[in-house]
């Protein structure tokens, strides 16, 4: 997984009005939760931040006064025209330690041309150590038949990493496509012309 040193500073204003000073001189408003301790408050350059997010599960080592704090993003705000990073929450981690966390699975291989595949869960749950997170897992679904599904238990995960959603989770699932009738013209029916009315 990636890893990106990135310096940060502790911010004791806080508020709307602090943080709307704070994405002006372009910085991101954050805070940093975990191990029971107090949260704290940090900004990060937005600009950095933003490039260092665009990685999946991204472990952000923080270049704090008075020592480095490693952590992953846990919710991540975004401007809802602009897409610019309003505000970050990021959870504390330690080399060694474990974690669960969402990742992102991906599909290889080639299944029955004749179906189409249903992408039923895009993630699954994992526990891995905190340094070692993978960006993404790979979901064989060559020779997938129609009618059939492929389930977490299916994906290979790298050494060190446990699977934590239930095994049987459907991933993805290999649909039979839908079979387009022709509409049928209504038969002739054998009908006498009507007789004419009498005068």
């Known amino acids: 997984m990636a890893e990106v040193s990135i310096a940060a500073t502790v911010r004791n204003e806080f508020g709307k009005g602090a943080a709307r000073r704070a994405r002006r001189d372009g910085l991101v408003p954050a805070v940093i939760y975990g191990h029971g301790s107090t949260p704290r408050h940090v900004t990060l350059p937005a600009h950095q931040l933003m490039l260092a997010l ?13 020592g480095a704090q490693l952590v992953l993003p846990k919710s991540v705000v975004r401007h809802a025209i602009k897409n610019s990073i309003e505000h970050v929450d990021f959870i504390e981690v330690r080399r060694g330690e474990k974690v669960v966390i969402d990742i992102a699975v991906h599909t290889a291989g080639d299944a029955d041309r004749d179906g189409i595949l249903e992408h039923v869960n895009n993630t699954i749950s994992v526990r891995a150590e905190a340094t070692a997170i993978p960006s993404e897992l790979i979901l064989d679904i060559e020779g997938l038949q129609i009618g059939h599904s492929k389930y977490a238990s299916d994906v290979v ?16 699932h290999l649909a039979d496509k839908p079979t387009h009738e022709e509409p049928t013209a209504p ?13």
């Open 157 to 172: 995960l790298p050494a060190g990493v446990e699977l934590v959603s239930a095994p049987d989770t459907i991933i993805v």
């Open 54 to 66: 665009k990685a999946h599960n991204v472990l952000l080592d923080l270049q704090l006064e008075g």
């Open 187 to 199: 038969a002739p029916t054998d009908v006498a012309p009507a007789a004419p009315a009498a005068e």
